[in-house]
Nanobody, 129 residues
Framework: QVWVAESGGGSVRAGGSLNLTCEGGKDTYSGFCMAWFRQSSGKEREGVAVLDTDGTTRYAESVQGRFTISRDNVKKTLYLVMNNLKPEDTAVYYC???????????????????????WGQGTQVTVSS
């Protein structure tokens, strides 16, 4: 059974850091493409970071250099380390996964919402100025 569940959200001041965790069921993670998305009020859900089965990563331009995605396949856990947070990072953050390697677009793992079949419930991140 495939499932994922996020934790680690909270409230921080601008410039602060938060670490998000995504745990998965026993059938999740091995050979699965994993990603983080976020959705702020009134906006579309957008891809933040993706991690392919071969270790390839891709980040949204808005978080490049500030966020880091990683995974521990033994613990079946995906991580998102978020540094130098900005008020515009405020959103509900979602973990997403799909079986197999990530869909590729122009050689890079896709950050498209349509590429992922399994989603967590989300965790709120609030960054104040």
């Amino acid at each position: 059974q495939v499932w994922v569940a996020e934790s680690g959200g909270g409230s921080v001041r601008a410039g602060g850091s938060l670490n998000l965790t995504c745990e998965g069921g026993k059938d999740t993670y091995s050979g699965f493409c994993m990603a983080w998305f976020r959705q702020s009020s009134g906006k579309e859900r957008e891809g933040v970071a993706v991690l392919d089965t071969d270790g390839t990563t891709r980040y949204a331009e808005s978080v490049q250099g500030r966020f880091t995605i990683s995974r521990d396949n033994v613990k079946k856990t995906l991580y998102l380390v978020m540094n130098n947070l900005k008020p515009e990072d405020t959103a509900v953050y979602y973990c997403a996964t799909d079986s197999g390697s990530c869909t590729r677009a122009r050689g890079r793992p896709s950050l498209s919402r349509a590429s992922f079949a399994y989603w967590g419930q989300g965790t709120q991140v609030t960054v104040s100025s």
